[in-house]
Each structure stands twice: as C-alpha cells, then as structure tokens.
C-alpha cells in the first residue's frame, strides 16, 4: 500500500521532523500507521453493513435467486448460504489479523482472545472488549476513515508543494548548471511568491487540522480496542444471520441485548415444514432427493437438501470452500475474463441498433473476439461454421439472414443476457471491492452506494460447460446480427 511520507507537522510552519523522528509526547499514536487502521476500519465497515438486515434479505430474496445463479452455481441455498458465511469469515480474519498486528505494538492481544471467540471457547481475554458491549460504532468509525482519507490526499498534495519548493532551493543555490530557460525562469519565479509560499503555509495548516481530527493523533490502545470491539460485534452478527444453516458457528455471544432483533430472534429460531417449493425465478432444477424449507416470517424460505455435505463438518472448511472446484469457471482462472467478454457483448448488442457507428462496432467487435479464451474462440468459429453450412443448403447466400431472423438472434441473446450479465457484472465488481487499488483502500461498500457483491453471485462458481455454452450463444447471436446490420448499411451506401 503506498501511502505519502511520514511527517510531524509542528506549530511553526516552516519546522518538520524527518521519518521516525517523533516526539515523545506523540510516540503512542498511530502516525503514519493511520492508513492500514483505516483500511482495516473500513473493512468492517463494509462487512457490517452487508450483513444488516436489509442486506441480508436482500441476499435470501433476490441474489440467491437470481436465475443465473440457480442455472450455473448452484440450486441448494443451503449451499450459498455456507459460501456467503465462509467468505463473511474469510473478510473478517482478514481484518482481525490487521488488528492483532496493531495489537502487538501496544501490548493488546486480539489473536488470541478472537480465536476463542470464533471457538465458542470461554476465554477471560475477551472480557476487555465485551465489557461496554460489543456493537460497531458505525458513526465514529466513518468520520475517522473519512478525516484519515482526507489527510491522505492532503498530505500528497503537500508532498507536490514541498517537492517544488526544494526545486526551488536548488536552483538558488546554484546548483542547476547552464543558463535556465524563459520558461524555466518564469516558473521559479512563481514559486517564490509569495502566493506560493500562502499556499504552502495553508496547505500544512490543512495537514495538521486532519492529523488532530483523524486517526494519525489516536493511541494505538484506543485504535486497537476500538477496531476489536468492532471485530467481535461482526462475528457475532455472522452467529446470528448465519447460525441456524451453519451448525458448526458458536452461539451469539453475550450480552444479549447486542444481538437482540427481529432478524436475530428469527434466524436463531427458525420454524422448520415439511413443505415442497411452489415456484421460484430462474431455472430451479429439480432434485431426486426430498427438500425442506426454512419459513421465516420476514425473508424468503431456504430450500436446503437432507443429506450432509462434507462441507459442513467443521468451520476448517470454510477457506477450502473459498475456492473453486475444477470444473468452474473459476476453477479456470476465467471469470473475471468471461465477465469481460460478456458485458462487452450485451455493450455491442445495444450499438447495432444505433445509426453511423457501424466502423466503431465493427473495431469493437474485433477486440471482443481477440480477448476470447481459445476454447470460446473455437467454440464460436465451429457453430458459426455449422450454422452458415446448414443455411446455404436452404438459398443462396444473399438470402441467408434477413431481417426476422436477425431480430431473433437479438431477441435470444437478450433473453440469456437478461440472466448472464448480472452475473457478469457483479465478478467485476466482487474483483474491484478486492483489488488492493491504492484508491479503493478506504471506500466503505455496502451502503447507500449499493449492495456489496458476494461471490455466490458471481461467475467464479459458475458451471463451465453451462457458462460456455450461453456465452458461445450470446457471441453467435451478435456476430450474425452485425453480419446483417453491415450488409444493410452496405446496401444503403451502395444506393
């Protein structure tokens, strides 16, 4: 993570102290470790608000039985709501261990007493964190990642300004050789006015206000047991959403007024009917074996199977169930490529209806298929080739695609996109929120800015055959609808 130059800004403007030289009044707050606290900070965040009741119906009810996600990954919502459990698990490790690290540095232990928690295990350690209740100071926690974001770009800006102005002390010294350009000379000049040096001035007030107001000036105590307070409320939501479909989850932990909601109540005690499923959206395959539905009063009911899953034997699967089986798209490395592929396709499909970008499309078209996989390339060309041989059987070759039948290769490509592109889209969201972009590592997803993307969404489980072949449909559909679209604009060129 590249983060700007530690720097102490002391009263006097024009005083700095060099990297590790802090003075001892200040050697117990974070400094320049502020970033990876709020990195971690919002983190949590994240995985708090994805786990708030809104967003977990939201999960139950729409991303669980999103018809793409029946069809390619998976008909047992048992399952999903495992891999959505797992991956919930897998973020907040990730956080506690960031935590723990803070920890050592100021004599807090968190790696063990998190461990207890996730055991079930009662552990004395715990009770410094528990001791004002475990919730997730969502309020405070934002306003310290936002003041902590905000002095990184203010500290970036006022390393640019600092860079100037020793160019400027260079060239006064002497040591620029040769005579200095106009342009050169007018530039120096700029930066010893007295504009500059206000702006400069301004610019290390800015800093200073953001180094009191974030978390550069907080104590690695207060930081730490703050962010593990935090952690421990997080996993003890994951107990509550999750535990009734996950056995091998310890119950909430006290006090129970932390976990007392409507959506806590209902999950820790769901009623359980021997009643088939009516109807769902998207392609549910049936089952040879018999099915059971969780009710629930406020969210949709989980279709699970009777048999055991390896799977559910113990929380050390969690991590292997991370991981796509072979068979999977992403299994293959290529989900986040078919996502690509995809939505630039559903892109291509909605141009062919606009007038005069004909030669744009058709460059378009050109890079879409230079990205394909070499199985899709192959895929394509054959039932292209396939297709075009059965239609000369039928007429010549002027004849071969008129307008019906371009509309419905449209018209069936529209139909699989309707289902596939969610699905592309939200793989290249699930790798944005993941990516370790220098410019994302303070952003809080899940809020007002939309859902988080969780992984049973997205094509990384996908069924490859299955995926492949609505892929390979959708790609034959655009190219004879581009075939067509050129030969008409042809036509009218030619009249």
């Not at 700029?190 to 107001?213: I, M, T, W, Y």
């Not at 690509?340 to 909605?350: G, H, M, P, S």
């Not at 141009?351 to 378009?364: D, I, P, S, V």
């Not at 592309?424 to 972009?437: I, Y």
Request: glycine share 6%.
């Amino acid at each position: 993570m590249v983060v700007p130059k530690m720097r102490w800004v002391a009263d006097d403007d024009d005083l700095q102290l060099p990297a590790g030289r802090q003075s001892s009044s200040s050697s117990s707050s974070l400094g320049i470790l502020a970033f990876e606290a709020a990195a971690t900070m919002s983190k949590l965040l994240t995985l708090h608000r994805s786990l708030s009741e809104k967003e977990v119906a939201r999960l139950r009810s729409h991303a669980m039985r999103a018809a793409g996600v029946a069809y390619l990954n998976s008909t047992d919502q048992v399952f999903l709501l495992w891999l959505a459990c797992a991956e919930a698990v897998a973020l907040l490790d990730a956080a506690a261990a960031a935590v723990a690290r803070l920890g050592v540095r100021c004599g807090v232990d968190f790696a063990g007493p998190y461990a207890s928690l996730k055991a079930g295990a009662p552990d004395a350690r715990l009770e410094p964190f528990v001791a004002k209740g475990i919730k997730v100071e969502a309020k405070k926690m934002e306003r310290l990642v936002a003041a902590t974001a905000k002095l990184c770009s203010e500290m970036e800006a006022l390393d640019e300004l600092e860079s100037a102005e020793n160019k400027l002390a260079r060239c006064r010294r002497g040591r620029l050789s040769g005579p200095i350009p106009a342009p050169a000379a007018a530039a120096v000049n700029a930066l010893g006015s007295n504009s500059f040096q206000q702006d400069l001035r301004a610019q290390r007030a800015r800093v200073r206000r953001l180094q009191k107001e974030s978390l550069w000036s907080q104590s690695y105590e207060k930081s730490v047991s703050f962010m593990a307070r935090a952690a421990c409320a997080v996993f003890v939501r994951v107990c509550v959403v999750f535990g009734a479909f996950v056995p091998s989850l310890p119950p909430p932990l006290p006090p129970v007024d932390a976990v007392h909601s409507s959506l806590s109540k209902l999950l820790l005690h769901p009623k359980s009917a021997a009643v088939q499923p009516k109807s769902l959206s998207g392609p549910i395959q049936r089952r040879d074996m018999p099915l059971r539905i969780e009710m629930s009063s406020n969210s949709c009911p989980i279709i699970r199977s009777e048999w055991q899953q390896p799977w559910q034997t113990t929380t050390s699967g969690w991590r292997k169930l991370l991981e796509p089986p072979p068979g999977t798209v992403g299994g293959a490395g290529l989900d986040l490529q078919y996502a690509n592929v995809i939505d630039t396709a559903e892109r291509l499909l909605l141009e062919t209806k606009a007038e005069g970008r004909h030669e744009e499309a058709r460059a378009e078209r050109a890079k879409l298929y230079a990205m394909l996989p070499s199985k899709l390339r192959v895929a394509v060309r054959s039932k292209l080739r396939g297709w075009w041989r059965e239609r000369a059987r039928g007429g010549s070759a002027a004849s071969l695609l008129d307008a019906g039948l371009a509309e419905g290769w449209r018209a069936a490509a529209g139909r699989i996109l309707a289902w596939l592109a969610p699905m592309a889209r939200d793989t290249a969201r699930w790798h944005a929120e993941r990516s370790m972009d220098r410019q994302r590592r303070f952003e809080v997803g899940g809020g007002g800015g939309g859902a988080r993307a969780w992984a049973l969404q997205t094509l990384r489980w996908a069924d490859a055959e299955k995926a492949e072949a609505a892929a390979v449909e959708v790609l034959v559909a655009l190219s004879c609808v581009c075939w067509y679209e050129e030969q008409r604009w042809e036509a009218q060129l030619r009249s």
